[in-house]
């Protein structure tokens, strides 16, 4: 394997260990959902870091459709998972645009709910998200893109918690795709301790 490029099986091992690492803790936490858990995965931890960013927007590209014209996903989880699909999509000669869902309409000028280089009615966009539980920011999301008149066929997670949100997803006619189920994160950091 060459350190430059490894394989996708390569790098999602390492993307693996990093969540676990910086982005899993055992405890006792509330959930953005409501949910009590013992088990709490933040990975803006490792999306905010340049390995980490560089793995997930690598992995996540590559079950980016061509027919999709662009990414988009609920601030503030998704904000560097857009950026960094974004970039690397440009510097593979991909033409993606970026969008960023406002959790509420802008309060002046515009009144946007979205934000980026819009494209043209129609259009598929694939949703990022960072951690899925219930599916609700991301099916609030997905909701907004398509009051404005995108097509959103999928939501490419880095976690799926597995706690209702591919079933929720699910009836609302998309596909998730999740890097990791929490399972594997939870795992991974039991190995390392």
């Known amino acids: 394997m060459n350190p430059l490029n490894p394989s996708s099986d390569g790098i999602k091992e390492n993307l693996l260990t990093l969540l676990a690492q910086k982005a899993y803790r055992f405890g006792d936490f509330s959930l953005a959902s409501g949910k009590k858990s013992s088990h709490y995965v933040n990975c803006k931890p490792v999306s905010l870091s340049g390995p980490g960013l560089l793995s997930i927007s690598s992995l996540f590209l590559k079950q ?12 503030l989880g998704a904000d560097p998972l857009v950026s960094g699909v974004v970039i690397l999509a440009a510097q593979s000669g991909i033409d993606l ?8 309409a802008k309060g002046h000028g515009t009144g946007a709910w979205l934000e980026g280089p819009l494209p043209p009615k129609g259009s598929v966009i694939t949703v990022l998200e960072d951690v899925v539980t219930t599916g609700g920011s991301s099916l609030k999301a997905v909701e907004q893109l398509r009051n404005q008149g995108y097509l959103v066929k999928q939501v490419l ?37």
Do not use: M, P, W, Y
């Open 157 to 193: 997670a880095i976690v799926d918690r597995e706690e209702g949100g591919l079933d929720a997803i699910s009836k609302a006619d998309l596909e998730l795709n999740s890097l990791f189920f929490l399972k594997e994160i939870v795992e991974r950091a039991n190995s390392l301790q």
């Open 97 to 104: 645009n970026g969008l960023i869902v406002r959790k509420e």
């Open 64 to 75: 980016i459709n061509e027919s999709d014209s662009g990414v988009a996903g609920l601030t």
